[in-house]
């Protein structure tokens, strides 16, 4: 198992209110997973995946990922443990706009203690593997927002990561560039074994994945596999 | 420094804020090259004076000179040392707008008058034994630096003290070149008194003034009137009053000016680190997502908070470094200056001081965007993206 999520609970206080955003939530994720996670707009897959991510702490219970108990690192700890297992995609990409393509892959192999030389193959490395490698030296300005989707996969994965966290991957794409990245997202799960987790409103994006989850009240209510 | 070539992409995001923060910060730094200089070109005077050195002038104008006579007299008062004289010599180099500050002293007294004299080329003994030897001060050698290497001969005329052959020249060895103590600088050039008595057609077996060098500095009052009185009711009454207050008088409120410098400077540099503060903060604010996003990537706070110092850090040193580079050349050519203020220059200190306000403008102006970013939450950060 590569990540053993047990008895997650996660408030908010909005003012006076206390909001239960996670209730007692349960979820095992196995090595080679590719995992959809739906479920109304609110209804906590965002805070869920944080929680994974470690970037937000549980109010209480526990996530084990390989043995390590990621609720209980320090915020050093977790930072480091985040660069080492953890690769992010997001909604919106999220690159560094001042940086060309593949200068934005390059940002987390800086924590690493990877030469410069190492550091430029292994970013050009993974934009090749995502179809990028014509558009290294372009900035993000410069590029579809397809591309840079890609580009943002391309970061999450340079360092090799475990794990791979996408939080409505395709939610601003047009429908073909969706699809090519969901392909994308399917052949590093099938091709390199990556656990992934990703969040979406889409059913033709959640068809992709092995398994999906509905999220309801605060914790998984249904598990159907594809 | 894999991270600085991130930081230096991040300065560049915003290319007309980068341009302004850096022509201020170069702006105030120019202007703080420049106003220590002037500052020393005021005081310089102040610097030098020793409080065991008492100078003897004509009571009427400094100008009007003693009798050589008088050293004599002087030397045999109680709780004075040594006594030198000094004249003023009118030098000029080729062009009448070449003034000099030459003054002809007896080589071995001046030299024990002010041990701080240090050579930093040359030979001291050569100054002594040579009587057309010439020592020129560091700055008055760096200003003619291309025409006048040590051991050259030059020519120096007199607004003054024509010859008894009816020229206006004297010639000279270049034997040495001084400051006082590590890096004070008087701007002048010494010459031997006897060369200079020798061939002056008029004025022979006069002096421009004496100065004194006493056993004790609490002494000066009293010693200073004994000297004055000794020559009372003579045809050259004499003023005797330390080098200090001297230099005072001679170059008027100095302890106000230096002051009043130090205030414009404290103030500008106060002013800059409020702007520098602000853009750095307003800079982070824009940036709240990317610095989400960086810490989401791993990048710990500690990491994400020394970026934005380092980010400071590089503006203002940069800016600075040309700020100050640029009043070093200004005040190098500023040749015409030295028509009026001889002695001005930027001390290699002041330079270093320089560079060291900035690195502490740029860590204080960093400190606060850089606990915003050290201090801001990933989900909070994302939020404000999405
Ligand atoms: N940092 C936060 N502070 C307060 N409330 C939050 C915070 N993050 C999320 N929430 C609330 O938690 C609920 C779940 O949010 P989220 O996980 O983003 O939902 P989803 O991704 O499923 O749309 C929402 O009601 C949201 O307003
Ligand atoms: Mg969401």
Redesign the interface.
């Known amino acids: 198992m590569l990540l053993q999520i047990n008895n997650l609970h996660k408030d908010f206080k909005r003012g006076k209110e206390t909001v239960h955003v996670l209730n007692d939530l349960s979820l095992d994720v196995e090595k080679g997973d590719f995992l959809a996670l739906m479920g109304p707009s609110g209804s906590g897959k965002s805070t869920l995946l944080n929680m994974i991510g470690g970037i937000d702490r549980p109010s209480s219970g526990s996530l084990i990922f390989d043995e390590v108990p990621v609720h209980d690192l320090s915020e050093k700890g977790l930072s480091q443990w985040r660069a080492d297992h953890v690769g992010f995609v997001f909604q919106m990409f999220n690159l560094m706009p001042v940086l060309n393509a593949w200068r934005n892959v390059e940002l987390p192999l800086l924590l690493t203690k990877l030469g410069s030389k190492d550091r430029k193959t292994r970013s050009l490395a993974a934009l090749d593997l995502v179809g990028l490698s014509d558009r290294a030296t372009h900035k993000p300005g410069e590029l579809s927002g397809g591309q840079e989707q890609r580009v943002g996969i391309a970061r999450a994965i340079v360092t090799d990561p475990d794990l791979l966290l996408c939080d409505e991957p395709t939610g601003d794409l047009d429908r073909k560039s969706g699809d090519e990245i969901l392909d994308l997202l399917q052949a590093l799960n099938e091709q390199q074994g990556k656990t992934i987790i990703m969040v979406t409103h889409d059913l033709r994006a959640a068809e992709r994945a092995k398994k999906v989850l509905y999220m309801e009240d605060g914790k998984i209510s249904t598990t159907r596999n594809i | 420094m ?2 600085l070539r ?1 930081v230096m ?2 300065l ?2 915003n290319k007309t804020r980068l341009l302004f923060t850096f022509l201020s910060i170069m702006t105030a730094f120019l202007m703080f090259g420049l106003l220590s200089a002037l500052k020393i070109a005021f005081s310089a005077g102040a610097d030098i004076a020793g409080k065991d050195r008492l100078l003897t002038l004509h009571k009427v104008t400094f100008t009007q000179p003693l009798p050589i006579s008088y050293g004599r007299q002087i030397e045999n008062i109680d709780g004075v040392e040594i006594v030198s004289h000094q004249t003023w010599f009118g030098g000029i180099y080729k062009d009448p707008r070449n003034q000099l500050p030459l003054f002809p002293v007896e080589p071995e007294k001046h030299l024990q008058i002010y041990p701080e004299l240090k050579l930093l080329e040359g030979n001291l003994d050569d100054w002594v034994s040579n009587r057309q030897g010439l020592l020129v001060s560091k700055s008055l050698a760096d200003r003619f630096a291309e025409e006048w290497k040590v051991g050259d001969r030059i020519p120096i005329q007199t607004s003054i003290w024509r010859k008894k052959d009816g020229t206006n020249t004297y010639d000279f060895d270049f034997v040495g070149i001084y400051q006082l103590g590590e890096d004070l600088d008087d701007g002048g050039m010494l010459m031997n008194y006897k060369y200079f008595d020798e061939s002056r057609a008029f004025g022979g077996g006069t002096v421009g003034w004496y100065v004194l060098k006493i056993a004790n500095p609490d002494d000066s009052a009293q010693i200073a009137k004994e000297v004055d009185k000794l020559f009372e009711n003579s045809s050259a009454e004499t003023k005797t009053s330390t080098e200090e207050a001297f230099a005072k008088s001679f170059a008027g409120q100095i302890g106000d000016i230096g002051k009043i410098i130090n205030a414009v400077v404290s103030a500008v540099f106060f002013t800059m680190l409020l702007v520098v503060a602000n853009t750095m903060s307003q800079s982070i604010r824009e940036r709240t ?2 610095i989400g ?10 990491k994400v908070m020394w970026m934005v110092i380092l980010e400071a850090l590089f503006i203002t040193l940069i800016s600075a470094a040309v700020g100050l580079l640029l009043a070093k050349l200004f005040v190098d050519n500023a040749d015409s200056v030295r028509k009026y203020f001889p002695i001005f220059y930027i001390q290699q200190k002041d330079i270093v001081v320089g560079l060291i306000i900035a690195a502490v403008m740029g860590v204080i102006a960093g400190l606060m965007p850089a606990m915003q970013a050290l201090r801001l ?3 909070d950060a ?1 939020r404000k ?2």
């Open positions: 894999k991270y991130f992409t991040n560049k995001r997502g990317e996003v960086l810490k989401t990537l791993g990048f710990s706070d500690s939450k990933i989900v994302m993206v999405a």
